[in-house]
């Protein structure tokens, strides 16, 4: 049997990174190597399983031992730059969930693939690996048809839309060999309003406790298809991360997405 994958949880104090920690706990493929943390949080130096002889705690700063294994980032993008930098020196596989990316830091990740394995997401639903797939085949059989994309999540979700219904909109424009930038229209109000040809339209909800449905609709005279994913439990974005962590390991250099975990 292989000895299990060291993983580095950064953003270890979050949502994500907690439900992480929680699905390592669980599995011996895979064991926590560090769990960091901001700088100054309440969780520094805190056991990361009290209720175990575990004696991990969280810190600030991956000590120096760690050279092997996966770095989990799911941060915010202010401080992405630090968490690739991190995989980079320490040569570690690189796996990200961390959204609002700019193209620069997006252009780094290519970069960074020259030199170590990088995988990033906006979602690691493995349901949503599969819809991605669904939609770049229905834009691609469907060039003239009419795409529209619709998010709903809860209340306090600070981007929209969604870097999930994002990446499905660049996903359908790439299959059709569109410039997303140049198609897509992120809200319909004012001089948007009136569809025009070849645009990709989103629309964002935001209420109660939604967890995160997607809707891809795609449309002609007298006829739709609507691909739907909902996500009714946070926990399939941890067992999706932790499972890419897992895939990722020992990978050549280069850059994946959670499909290729899915379907290779």
Sequence with gaps: MSPPIPVVIRGAAGRMGQAILRVLEERDDVVLAAALVRAGSAQVDRPVYPSTEVPLRYAEALAPGVTTGVLVDFSV??????????????????????????EPRRAALDRAAGSIPVLWSANFSLGVAVLTRLVRDAARALPEWDCEIVEAHHGRKLDAPSGTALALGRAAAADRGQDFDAVAVLARAGEQAVRREAQIGFAAVRAGDIVGEHTVLLATAGERIELVHRATDRWIFARGAVAAARWIAGRPPGRYTIEDVVFS
């Design 77 to 102: 993008a202010e401080a992405f730059d630090t968490g690739l930098a991190l995989a980079l020196e320490r040569r570690l596989a690189f796996v990200s969930g961390t959204t609002g990316l700019d």
